[in-house]
């Protein structure tokens, strides 16, 4: 069964104090592997899809990579609004569906 | 915004009542899924939709059912409500494609059941 894990649960930082969210999965045959950001109340914001080990994916202050174990998503000198939760999800050989971690919630205090 | 729709924003009903959401996709996109988001659980994959046809099921509940109709909305139907059905739904669509597609995810319902 496929499985992702992200840590940490939560993380607070100062305003450009960069750092790293971890994604660990488990996949047979991995179709893609996907980062949303989610607001409170609101859906899920795509953001990247990483779909083979060493690809990397950026966006404003936003690095996303990947191994063939886990994802890294990298966040460069932050601002207060990039306070959300962070989602990584992958999507398996023969599935459409995605499984989705728990989360890591990212607070950036001004 | 995402393309994606969904109606209600909130809806709050009783204990064994049947409720239903509805959705639209985004333009041309032919795949509809439904999500579930609790506190405890996470998001967690309902069902897929795709053109008409039911493609994909994950942990829908027997009192859960879900169409697409031929203009491609879908609608998610819940019936005999309990109260740890309360949780965000969120519809999805994606475009098909042989590689992983992207799903663009809707503003969601939030479902309250007392």
């Known amino acids: 069964e496929d499985q992702v894990t992200q840590s940490p649960e939560a993380l607070r930082l100062q305003e450009g104090e960069s750092s790293s969210l971890n994604c660990s999965y488990t996949?047979?045959?991995?179709?893609?592997l996907f980062w949303y950001r989610q607001d409170p109340g609101k859906g899920p914001e795509f953001l990247f899809t990483?779909?083979?080990a060493g690809e990397e994916k950026e966006k404003e202050r936003l690095k996303a990579t990947l191994t063939k174990k886990e994802s890294f998503l990298h966040i460069t000198a932050p601002k207060p609004e990039d306070s959300a939760t962070y989602l990584c999800a992958v999507q398996g050989e023969g599935a459409q569906k995605l499984v989705f971690g728990q989360g890591t919630r990212l607070t950036i205090n001004p | 915004d995402s393309g994606v729709t969904q109606t209600p924003k909130h809806l709050i009903t009783a204990t064994g009542q049947r409720v239903t959401l509805r959705c639209s996709p985004r333009s041309g996109d032919l795949s509809v899924y439904w999500y579930q988001q609790s506190l405890d659980q996470g998001l967690q994959f309902l069902i897929q939709?795709?053109?008409?046809?039911?493609?994909a099921k994950g942990n829908i509940l027997e009192r859960f059912s879900a169409q697409q109709f031929p203009d491609l909305h879908s609608e998610l139907n819940l019936s005999s409500l309990e109260l740890g059905d309360s949780a965000l739904y969120f519809c999805?669509?994606?475009?098909?494609?042989?590689?992983?597609?992207?799903?663009?995810f809707g503003p969601g319902t939030r479902l309250t059941v007392l």
């Open positions: 990483l779909y083979s």
């Open positions: 939709y795709y053109n008409g046809e039911e493609r």
């Open positions: 996949v047979s045959g991995l179709r893609g």
């Open positions: 999805a669509s994606s475009a098909t494609g042989t590689r992983g597609a992207e799903q663009f």
